[in-house]
Each structure stands twice: as structure tokens, then as C-alpha cells.
């Protein structure tokens, strides 16, 4: 069974500092794809940022990048310049196969104070 | 462009009440399709999901049931609403063709009273 680990329940980070949020993951799989996902308080789920673990290079998207460590299923995200609008609960997310379940961590709320 | 929509967005309903939440996504065709609840302040929990019509797999055994009776439509119900319904619903589609990346529909929040 595929397991998503967010240890750290909350952060905060001052505004346009850099921050990271950590997730490890377990799973026998070799091909297989890690998310993360945002959730403001509106509670819409929007897709952050996606690797496929078959690329050794890390993803990127304008703020947001990752730190993919396959060997040790570790799956960071690194928000720089962080805006108010980033405060959210982010969610590391696990999937493979056709079906595309995902599987979650519990989730970060992290807080930008102004 | 692809879109999905999930109704309704807020929802109170008495314990022993009925329940449907319904799902449907346009611009796409076969999509696989899924329900998650979660709880506040926590993860998704996947409940079921769909990979064609008719085709339904749970995941948690409970008082919930799905349908898929069209392509693009998914159904959650309940004949008996419990206290331990309540929470936030969240319906989903993928493609393969897209790589796995699940869309998420706006969410219903349920509170069973």
C-alpha cells in the first residue's frame, strides 16, 4: 500500500520569504506521479504542481518548484517570494497506474503573514 | 475547455434523511471520475470512484453509495443520512491522457444534524 506523510501540521512564513514544506511517501511502485495541491479556504482543491518520477529533473511552475529525492521518496515543495494569497492547506499528493486514485497526506496549513 | 460541476454547495440535512450529490464534467469524454470526503481539517479520503458507466468502486465501506449513469455524470447517495456524514465532498475527473492530474470540482459541504 502507497502512504503520503506530511509531519508538519502548520507554517508561516513572512511575505516574499521563501519556504518549504516537506513529503515523504512509501511505495514498491517505479512509474508512478507525486502532486501537490493547494486548498484555500474557498476549499477548492487546485493543482499546485506535478512530477512524474520517471523525470530526474524538478518541476517547476513561475514560484513554485520541487525537490524530488526518489531514492529517499521525498517530494518538497519550495514556495519563494511568498504572497498572502499563498496562505492555504497544501496537500502532498501519490499516484500511479490507470486509474489514477490519489492517495493524501494529512496536509500543511501554511500561514503568509504580512 | 474542460469543467465540472458539483451541486449543491452547501447542504443540511436531519439523520435518517436521504442523500444525492450530484457531478457532472463537460469537455471531456470518459474520464474517470471520483468522490472524496474530508473531514475538517484533514486529508481526502477517497470513498469511490469510476473508470466507465455503471462501473463503481468503493473504497470505505459506509453508508454511502455511488452511481455513474452517464458518461460524465457521478452520484453520490445515501438512503439514511448518519451524524458521521457530515463533512466536505469533493468530486473529482482525470483523464489518462492527461497524465493523472485530478480536477476537483467546488465541493459540497454537508452537515448531517
Known amino acids: 500500500a502507497q502512504t503520503v506523510t506530511q509531519s508538519q501540521p502548520e507554517m508561516s512564513v513572512q511575505e516574499a520569504e521563501t519556504v518549504t514544506l516537506s513529503c515523504t511517501y512509501d511505495t514498491s511502485e517505479n512509474n508512478y506521479y507525486l502532486f501537490w495541491y493547494k486548498q484555500p479556504p474557498s476549499r477548492q482543491m487546485i493543482l499546485v504542481i506535478r512530477?512524474?518520477?520517471?523525470?530526474?529533473q524538478n518541476a517547476t511552475e513561475n514560484r513554485f518548484s520541487v525537490n524530488f529525492q526518489k531514492a529517499a521518496k521525498s517530494f518538497s515543495l519550495k514556495i519563494s517570494d511568498s504572497q498572502l494569497g499563498d496562505t492555504a492547506m497544501y496537500f502532498c499528493a501519490f499516484t500511479f497506474g490507470a486509474n489514477s486514485k490519489l492517495t493524501f497526506g494529512k496536509g500543511i496549513t501554511l500561514s503568509v503573514r504580512p | 475547455s474542460q469543467t465540472i460541476h458539483q451541486w449543491p454547495a452547501t447542504l443540511v440535512q436531519p439523520v435518517g434523511s436521504p442523500l444525492s450529490l450530484e457531478c457532472t464534467v463537460e469537455g471531456t469524454s470518459n474520464p474517470n471520475l471520483y468522490w472524496y470526503r474530508q473531514a475538517a481539517g484533514r486529508g481526502l479520503q477517497l470513498l469511490f470512484y469510476?473508470?466507465?458507466?455503471?462501473?463503481i468502486s468503493s473504497e470505505v465501506p459506509q453508508n454511502l453509495s455511488a452511481s455513474r449513469p452517464q458518461d460524465r455524470q457521478f452520484i453520490l447517495s445515501s438512503k439514511k443520512l448518519l451524524l458521521s456524514d457530515s463533512g466536505f465532498y469533493l468530486c473529482a475527473w482525470s483523464v489518462l491522457a492527461d497524465k493523472n492530474i485530478q480536477y476537483f470540482g467546488a465541493g459540497t459541504r454537508l452537515s448531517v444534524l
Open positions: 469510476s473508470v466507465g458507466i455503471g462501473q
Open positions: 512530477q512524474e518520477a520517471y523525470k530526474q
